[in-house]
């Protein structure tokens, strides 16, 4: 080595230069020179070898080497295996994978730690003057770059909830921008998803299972979940929900690729669905406080856009030099602006490279308050939800939803030009979409509640508690109760081999004299129903009742509106005044009665949409009241198309009864008494409520219960259906309504919904009784007088087969009582006792009539003792007056 080394220049006398501490700035350190006295750290010779290498040095000055001699040219030439191999040891010939940006400068964050403090802070001029023994210091580097970066790595695995949760930042948002914060919260969000179990069963896992199996993006997280196991990480997400989404993302992609790596392969990416969000909030109590934070509404999709794609990933190319700019992640709220080239670094201009930029699916929906829960006297609201990825289509209009999603805040030009500077427009990015089709979602049953609606199901006259629990605050019209209470629970629908499709929901028309609470009735239901909307006819027109076309402000294209029958889907549409609609949009609703679709043609926009309600409609007479002399027919001006497609006319007539009207008289009183805000804290003094009433929240939920139910027809007497049809067809020519085969459908729907009100998966025989007595108490009421007498005598069979013993005991005792009261007013003067008496010899006769043989029972039921009294030894049956 020393014959190969090049002549030095004579360097001054030591004698002459004085001694130092520390070796002269841009030098190299001296043998032997240690600063902190630690020479093992950066591993230097020892002393014996420091000696012997300066002697050495020493002998290679004074001789000198020639470079120009030529034997020594050719041996530096010569093939010398020992030098000529590379040192294995400090090659790596290993393949890595690229680096991420926060890998990278972490590395050369180490780098530049270990070259500023390795040497003392020392800079070196060129590779002649570096410190020699270089392949040791190479390696003490490596391992030690190694060291620091397992070392932050083992930081940022373990950082716990506890450190998250401190937050020294000015806001949380900016708190959770901080590496270590962002890597913490992505190790805890992976290691949620990995251990959270519930009754010893892993959660997640097989969610994610079937994520990859089905090649789908979405994974939904339960909110309540996070909460209880990571209860900073949910604070973080209602806070900052855009930020931590993010984080979510990308900490559940990582870990479905760990497990599934071929995964990886779909070019997917992983979008975490937060379900089940405590608070739900309605569309007018949206304010400032919610902006950039998690939100929950629901409401009505009114309006949907077409399908557009948005920029995710945008690349450009500078129009001067040709380079490729990019690319840049585009978001909601920011506009990308490229300043300069960095190729050319000129000012542009630049032009969007269409084919490497990477786009996404993007849609807006419009979404309004829920016809029941807006205020009176108030207009509905509406707010702009923005769908992305696999929310894409996931609703369509008329359907009832729940958006969980970020409220945010977005320019809008034309917001300002009206309000002025600076004013912003509000939108809701959805981030989760539930559909309240599903009844269980809406209205969360308990196992309490499942429990007591199953108990209610075992009593046999469940039914006639529905009955008369259905709007209880009105007196009697029982005909009426009975048909709301089957049109709330419906029948089956039933599609033919995708088809030919037959409704199941039940289309009630009641028609009568003013005065009589048939608006009540209405809105009863409306309150009700988990679903119905309310209009009337006078207010109503063809397109508010269907759909309508309109141009879409921002994109200039026509779009649908969903009309009345639209948003009631899978609910109840309450049309009041319904004789005061015009005949043009009268007809408009035939196709969605029967077909429960509805057609649209105009525009260019050739659409179906789907109106799968039941109609209950309310109507008054032409003259305004009822003449029963005259047929139906001519009592109202409606035609026959549309009368057909009611399963059930209910005709109410306010005809003079002096019990009835006296029993009415001390309802209404005792009502408004009970109604009273003074009397809310007395009611124990009142009169008691029927104990047969159902609550109304319990009754709710009972018929969402029943209407999980689909029950099939079984035990049906065919012959006798077949028979009653065709006398009905008989007697039909002699006026009223028209028969035709949809009444013979409308039986069997009814029958359905009979069985649903008894929880039964199959229909009896007592379930077509019913509903044969209620198509039949429909014909019979829109005959005259005269025919109606005629019918009930001709149909008696089939009328008393609905009704139990008692409850037709009960009637044949009232019309007794009727009949002796107009005596005993005519000879009042005369009377000594005001009540009315009637023997029971002789109501035994008229039960007899009836073939009822036995009515001891009777005289001991509750039913009879609540209006009746027994004198047992005078033989006779008390009325008090």
């Not at 399963?647 to 009864?657: A, N, P, R």
């Not at 009972?702 to 139910?709: G, L, P, R, T, V």
């Not at 039964?760 to 044969?772: F, G, K």
């Amino acid at each position: 080595m020393a014959e190969r080394k090049r002549a030095r220049e004579v360097s001054p006398d030591p004698a002459s230069t004085p001694p130092s501490e520390t070796p002269p700035l841009l030098s190299p350190p001296r043998a032997g020179y240690q600063e902190n006295n630690d020479s093992e750290d950066y591993g230097f010779l020892e002393e014996e070898e420091i000696i012997k290498d300066d002697a050495s040095e020493e002998e290679t000055d004074s001789e000198g080497e020639n470079l120009f001699d030529g034997e020594i040219m050719e041996r530096d030439y010569r093939s010398n295996p020992l030098l000529d191999a590379y040192d294995t040891e400090d090659i790596d010939d290993d393949f890595h994978e690229p680096m991420s940006f926060e890998a990278r400068r972490r590395t050369e964050m180490v780098m530049d730690q270990l070259g500023m403090g390795a040497q003392g802070g020392q800079l070196y001029e060129d590779a002649f003057t570096r410190p020699r023994n270089r392949s040791r210091r190479r390696r003490r580097v490596h391992n030690e770059l190694q060291e620091m970066e397992t070392k932050l790595v083992v930081e940022e695995e373990y950082m716990n909830l506890k450190e998250i949760s401190a937050i020294k930042a000015s806001s949380i948002t900016e708190w959770i921008k901080i590496s270590a914060v962002r890597s913490g919260i992505y190790q805890q969000f992976s290691n949620f998803l990995r251990t959270y179990v519930e009754n010893g069963k892993s959660i997640y896992g097989p969610r994610i299972e079937e994520l990859t199996k089905d090649q789908l993006q979405s994974l939904k997280v339960n909110y309540n979940h996070l909460k209880k196991s990571k209860e900073i990480l949910a604070f973080f997400l209602k806070e900052s929900p855009s930020e931590m989404l993010n984080i979510f993302d990308e900490s559940a992609y990582d870990f479905i690729v760990e497990i599934h790596r071929g995964y990886k392969k779909l070019g997917k990416e992983v979008r975490v669905r937060i379900t089940d969000f405590p608070v739900i909030h309605n569309i007018r109590e949206l304010r400032q406080t919610h902006l950039n934070s998690l939100i929950r509404v629901s409401g009505v999709i009114t309006r949907r856009t077409g399908v557009f794609p948005q920029l995710k990933y945008v690349k450009y190319n500078c129009v001067k030099c040709g380079g490729l700019l990019g690319p840049y992640t585009q978001d909601i709220q920011n506009e990308i602006k490229l300043n300069h080239c960095i190729h050319c670094q000129s000012k542009g201009p630049f032009i969007l490279n269409t084919e490497q930029t990477v786009y996404s699916d993007y849609q807006k929906i419009t979404l309004q308050e829920s016809p029941g829960t807006v205020p009176a006297g108030r207009l509905p609201r509406h707010r702009e939800v923005i769908l992305l990825g696999e929310l894409i289509d996931s609703a369509k209009p008329g359907e009832e939803i729940e958006v969980t999603g970020v409220y945010r805040n977005n320019f809008d030009v034309s917001l300002n030009i009206k309000n002025g500077f600076p004013v912003f427009a509000t939108v809701i990015e959805a981030n989760y979409i539930s559909k309240k089709e599903d009844l269980f979602a809406s209205y969360q049953l308990t196992e309490d509640d499942k429990r007591i609606i199953q108990d209610l199901a075992a009593d046999d006259k469940i039914s006639k508690k529905i009955f008369r629990s259905i709007a209880p605050s009105i007196f009697g019209h029982d005909d009426i109760k009975r048909a709301i209470a089957l049109s709330l629970f419906g029948g089956v629908p039933k599609n033919i081999q995708d088809k030919h499709r037959l409704r199941g929901d039940i289309n009630i028309l009641m028609l009568g004299d003013p005065g009589t609470a048939k608006s009540q009735f209405l809105k009863y239901v409306e309150k009700t129903a988990h679903r119905a909307v309310f209009t009337t006819g006078q207010g109503a027109s063809a397109v508010g009742l269907t759909a309508s076309v309109r141009k879409d402000p921002i994109t200039r294209e026509w779009t649908l509106e969903a009309g009345a029958l639209v948003l009631a889907d899978k609910g109840i549409c309450l049309i009041d005044e319904f004789d005061k609609m015009n005949d043009a949009d009268r007809t408009s609703i035939h196709e969605a009665m029967e077909q429960q679709t509805i057609s649209i043609s105009k525009a260019g926009i050739n659409a179906s949409l789907n109106a799968r309600c039941a109609v209950i409609a309310a109507a008054n007479p032409i003259r305004g009241r009822y003449n029963t002399s005259i047929p139906f027919s001519q009592n109202v001006d409606l035609t026959e198309p549309i009368l057909s497609r009611f399963d059930v006319l209910c005709v109410v007539k306010d005809t003079v009864d002096p019990i009835t009207d006296e029993t009415l008289a001390n309802f209404v009183v005792d009502s408004h008494i009970r109604s009273h805000p003074s009397e809310q804290n007395n009611l124990d003094n009142l009169s008691p409520q029927d104990p047969n009433i159902i609550p109304q929240e319990l009754l709710r939920k009972y018929i969402i219960y029943a209407k999980q139910i689909t029950p099939h027809l079984t035990h049906l007497d065919e012959a006798m259906i077949s028979d009653l049809y065709s006398n009905l067809r008989k007697e039909a020519q002699t006026g009223g309504i028209p028969i035709t085969v949809r009444y013979l459908e409308s039986m069997l729907r009814l029958a359905e919904a009979h069985a649903r009100m008894h929880l039964r998966d199959q229909t009896n025989s007592n379930d077509l009784d019913v509903a044969i007595d209620i198509v039949l108490q429909s014909f019979f009421s829109s005959q005259k007088f005269s025919i109606a007498s005629k019918l009930k005598k001709c149909f008696a069979q089939y009328i008393n087969k609905a009704k139990d013993q008692q409850e037709l005991l009960l009637h044949v005792l009232n019309s007794l009582v009727r009949e002796k009261l107009r005596i005993h007013r005519a000879n009042i003067a005369n009377a000594r006792d005001p009540n009315i008496h009637i023997s029971v010899s002789e109501f035994r006769t008229q039960a007899e009539n009836h073939n009822i043989h036995h009515i001891d029972q009777f005289l001991r039921s509750e039913e009879f003792t609540r209006h009746f009294l027994f004198d047992q030894e005078q033989n006779v049956i008390i009325k008090p007056i």
